[in-house]
């Protein structure tokens, strides 16, 4: 899945023992749209998992605009870092949409980390994962055309995230907007909102008030 959207699961990924170890010592928060989950410079009390909604996480620009790093979906563990190097929490992490998530507490963590050795190898594979994708991303946003960055996110979240319509295309309901999409990219808000008029005009990409919808037989070629 595209690093714009990220739902890697390694906790469900343990052996089963494990896993319900781990699950049986998580509690569930629920958060409203809107709220914050976690703040920047908050101690890092617990590593977290998205039950259901989505999430996204966020920096702070020098203009102290706050621009979307990372959004999380169904199965996203994240903070696992923070915890591990028992250092404050680096972003900030607010609810896109009313969403529930589950808290392992860090003394939990540490008790799971020394006596099942499979924790530690399913958090090498996800960090392995995690850097791959930020490599690949590198190399494609050094080479592609912006248009073609755009193509590939939405054809990326169409397959994984995205809903099938009556008429085949693909209906991707997390709410996000073209100031993040350029947040992501690395461009400005009006470069991004030209390739999408684009899109928009042959009609493989549109925004509605509810999401996205892409029709993935109109996206130029990805190869």
């Known amino acids: 899945m595209s690093g714009f959207v990220v739902a890697e699961d390694w906790i469900s990924s343990l052996p089963e023992l494990v896993c319900q170890e781990a699950m049986a010592q998580m509690s569930?928060?629920?958060?409203a749209a809107g709220a914050e989950?976690?703040?920047?410079?908050?101690?890092?009390?617990?590593?977290?998992?998205?039950?259901?909604?989505y999430l996204k996480q966020t920096g702070l620009q020098e203009d102290g605009e706050r621009t979307l790093l990372t959004i999380y979906a169904a199965g996203a563990c994240f903070a696992e870092t923070a915890v591990i190097v028992g250092q404050p929490l680096?972003?900030?992490?607010?609810?896109?949409?009313?969403?529930t998530v589950e808290c392992l507490p860090a003394q939990a963590f540490w008790r799971l980390y020394r006596n099942c050795p499979?924790?530690?190898?399913?958090?090498?594979?996800?960090?392995a994962q995690s850097l791959r994708r930020q490599v690949a991303e590198r190399e494609q946003f050094a080479s592609a055309r912006?248009?073609?960055?755009?193509?590939?996110?939405f054809a990326d979240l169409g397959t994984r995230t995205g809903s099938v319509e009556a008429d085949g295309r693909l209906r991707i309901s997390i709410p996000f907007t073209q100031f993040d999409l350029a947040a992501h990219f690395g461009v400005t808000r009006q470069s991004v909102q030209r390739e999408l008029s684009s899109f928009k005009s042959n009609r493989s990409i549109i925004?509605?008030?509810?999401g996205w919808v892409?029709?993935?037989t109109k996206l130029p070629s990805l190869s």
């Open 90 to 99: 680096n972003h900030t992490t607010i609810a896109l949409t009313d969403a």
């Open 214 to 216: 892409v029709d993935l």
């Open 28 to 31: 569930v928060r629920q958060i």
């Open 207 to 210: 925004k509605q008030s509810c």
């Open 37 to 53: 989950l976690a703040r920047v410079g908050n101690p890092a009390e617990a590593i977290y998992r998205v039950k259901s909604g």
């Open 146 to 153: 912006l248009n073609a960055k755009i193509a590939s996110l």
């Open 118 to 127: 499979e924790v530690s190898d399913a958090l090498c594979r996800k960090f």
